[in-house]
């Protein structure tokens, strides 16, 4: 660091400085009466207020300045250029359109093209070169879900799927120590299939932190796992579909609640992997919907039934309707046939009226709550919720891309159908049924309740592109806004990401408008996950224990333990 620019910003250094070592979220500056507070601003924009030479010393060296060139001023030079430039492109495109086929037509005749395209075109090149990209991919998003389980919270519903978890697959029993229930309580609202992960990494470290991490993993190899179906049925891009799918799950609002092992996210993915392969592989993807609902989570039973309905119409015949309902109930009946050795309070027929009562009477349901009341102060009840917490970007994500996306599917489904069998009305009413219970119904807001139409969307795109439908330029600029909106780690970059993005797309020529589409998405999920790297973990922290949960999680002790810490 150059200490005269340091003294420029921050002043004379005291004697016998010593730099704050910052670990965590938690720390505290002490304020220096004596040091007149000076804001400092990195290149994304963010303020800081510094308070003493210990603080600006540390803002300093990260970057921070008084007069710094921010993301901001970047967007307004940027927005300027690009005005010029596309009302210059717009006023002499004749002229520039011969000048860009004159010049591609002077490269395709050099030697250097042809070889580079050979090279490029082989295809033990190109799956060299995307091995290579996903094992940095990799690198940087361990690095992230690593970073992510060390400094999030303890949470109650954390401790309860994952203790439950680990004894049903030991033992068959889903207990998470008794103080909600018993054995089959119907408060576990996360089924064992959400925790798998978890599972394993506790099994082989007593850990919490490795747990979390360990279970992330196990959702991007499930989604994974489900998309080589797709990718077969369907002959969808797989190297495109491989490279994004671990950075689509950190778009996801809350992502982390797959680190806390929470259901949300692993039964979408089972659902919409469903959804896909509903019209060639029927059988397997009606018991894979009753697995996301009966061994994951019972909300998706939601958006299955709108997408029944939708295929009930569209077919009209009782026999499928009879097959598909015996395949159904086959995860049911085997989840109820474990339940009926092991539920502690009272029998079989006691676990169902348990299960509709607390649904019922659950406060995020909304079923028992006053719509007449809800509905006459929806704004008042809703700035009373999570909702109001959210950020800008938050609340976009949430309200407008699923009607986006509806919209786009809908006005695309002749193409869709074609290419992905009869899906678009389906995907639409599925979408939208999650949607509208979430905004209308749930009473809480809870973020992590709005992934089952979010994910739902966002592998859906990922889907699309995919398939090399060929989309108007308008729906390629609302399909890659749709995906930068959701950028979580580079949102100053946002406006600037979709400006440049659609520029682009508009510039391209509409033969390769699905590749370069393709290519777009690539870049902008790479930044995202990049730009939040940290190469400071420690890996050993990963690996910490908690005493009283080694030999048994479900006990009291390593539930009171885990809380405190």
């Not at 004159?102 to 799956?127: D, G, H, T």
């Not at 059988?283 to 998706?300: D, G, N, P, Q, Y």
């Not at 009473?443 to 994910?455: A, D, G, M, V």
Request: overall charge positive; glycine content about 4%; hydrophobic content about 50%.
């Amino acid at each position: 660091m150059n200490i005269e620019e340091l003294q420029q910003i921050c002043g004379a250094m005291p004697e016998n400085f010593e730099k704050a070592v910052v670990e965590g979220t938690s720390y505290i500056f002490q304020q220096d009466p004596n040091f007149v507070p000076i804001n400092v601003y990195d290149f994304f924009g963010r303020v800081a207020t510094v308070n003493s030479f210990k603080e600006c010393f540390y803002y300093v060296e990260l970057g921070f300045k008084p007069d710094r060139f921010t993301i901001f001023d970047l967007l307004s030079v940027t927005i300027y250029v690009f005005t010029v430039i596309f009302l210059v492109f717009i006023l002499s495109r004749p002229k520039v359109k011969n000048l860009t086929n004159e010049y591609i037509s002077y490269i395709k005749k050099s030697k250097f093209y042809k070889k580079s395209k050979r090279n490029l075109l082989n295809a033990s090149f190109l799956n060299f070169v995307v091995f290579l990209f996903v094992l940095i991919q990799s690198y940087f998003i361990f690095n992230i879900i690593s970073f992510k389980s060390l400094r999030i919270k303890r949470f109650i519903d954390e401790y309860n799927v994952l203790s439950s978890s680990v004894q049903f697959f030991n033992n068959l029993d889903f207990n998470a120590g008794g103080y909600l229930g018993g054995n089959y309580t119907v408060q576990l609202t996360s089924g064992p299939l959400s925790a798998i992960g978890g599972v394993i990494g506790w099994n082989i470290t007593n850990s919490f932190n490795f747990s979390r991490v360990s279970n992330f993993l196990w959702v991007i190899l499930l989604q994974l796992f489900l998309s080589y179906f797709v990718i077969k049925s369907f002959k969808l891009d797989s190297r495109f579909i491989l490279l994004t799918t671990g950075s689509i799950m950190l778009l996801v609002p809350w992502w982390q609640g797959a680190l806390y092992s929470l259901g949300e996210i692993p039964s979408t993915i089972i659902f919409v992997n469903s959804l896909f392969l509903f019209s060639k592989y029927r059988k397997s993807a009606i018991i894979l919907f009753s697995f996301s609902i009966f061994f994951t989570k019972l909300i998706i039973l939601v958006p299955f039934v709108a997408f029944y309905i939708v295929i009930i119409l569209y077919e009209k015949s009782i026999n499928k309707i009879m097959n598909d309902f015996s395949l159904f109930l086959i995860p049911l009946i085997l989840w109820l046939l474990i339940v009926y050795f092991k539920y502690d309070d009272g029998t079989l027929y006691d676990y169902i009226i348990s299960q509709i009562k607390f649904v019922t009477e659950h406060k995020s349901s909304g079923i028992a709550s006053d719509m007449d009341g809800r509905f006459s102060n929806y704004i008042y009840n809703l700035n009373n919720t999570e909702f109001s917490s959210w950020s800008i970007y938050r609340k976009i994500r949430v309200i407008f891309t699923p009607l986006i996306f509806s919209y786009l599917v809908y006005k695309n489904r002749k193409n869709i159908d074609e290419r992905l069998g009869i899906i678009s009305l389906p995907l639409i009413s599925s979408t939208l049924s999650i949607y509208l219970w979430f905004w209308v119904l749930n009473s809480t807001k809870w973020i992590r309740y709005s992934q089952h139409f979010t994910l739902l969307l966002l592998i859906s795109i990922i889907y699309f592109v995919s398939s090399n439908i060929r989309f108007t330029k308008v729906d390629s600029i609302l399909i890659y806004s749709t995906i930068v909106i959701f950028l979580d780690e580079i949102k100053y970059l946002i406006i600037l990401l979709m400006i440049v993005g659609a520029f682009l797309i508009i510039l391209t020529h509409k033969k390769h408008s699905a590749l370069f589409l393709k290519l777009f998405l690539l870049i902008v999920l790479t930044l995202n996950i990049y730009i939040p790297h940290d190469s400071s973990l420690v890996i050993d922290r990963l690996f910490n224990k908690i005493d009283n949960c080694v030999e048994l999680i479900t006990n009291q002790d390593c539930r009171i333990q885990y809380l405190s810490q």
